[in-house]
């Protein structure tokens, strides 16, 4: 089992700013933390983070072949971005949205998500966690297949 990780725009920023909304871990540790749980499960993980919407339209189409599941975190372009709802049905390879808040919550503009029509699930509100449950989300999809 290969899973990517994808991180979109501003989440090289974690706990650097607005950590009452996303913590005060860095994505260094994000990636620390998924990595670890990964290790344990023998899936093996790969990461990608980008503010560029093309070079995260790249990166999804760039997993066909070399990945089994996506774990996608678009952050702001989860509202608005049609192109990168049409990489992931385009790369065929199931894919779960995480958010680490809770966007029903928060702003009317985040309560659209274009990627999700084309995602298995979404895990939204549990922080970092919800990378992790992702993983296992997936890796258990994969088993069922
Ligand atoms: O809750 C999430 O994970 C989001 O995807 C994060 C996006 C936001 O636009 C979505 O509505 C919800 C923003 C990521 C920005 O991350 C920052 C991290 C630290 C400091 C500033 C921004």
Redesign the pocket.
Known sequence: MRILVIN????N??????PE??GRETLDDLIALIRDHAAKKGIEVSFYQSNHEGDLVDAIQGALGTADGIVI????Y??TSIALLDAVKAAGIPAVE????D?TK?EKF?QTSYIRQACVATI?GKGFAGYTEAVDLLAAYGDGK
Do not use: D, Q
């Open positions: 979109g725009p501003n989440l920023m974690l706990g650097r700013r607005e909304i996303y975190n678009p952050g702001a989860t509202h995480v958010h680490i808040s966007v928060r985040r939204m």
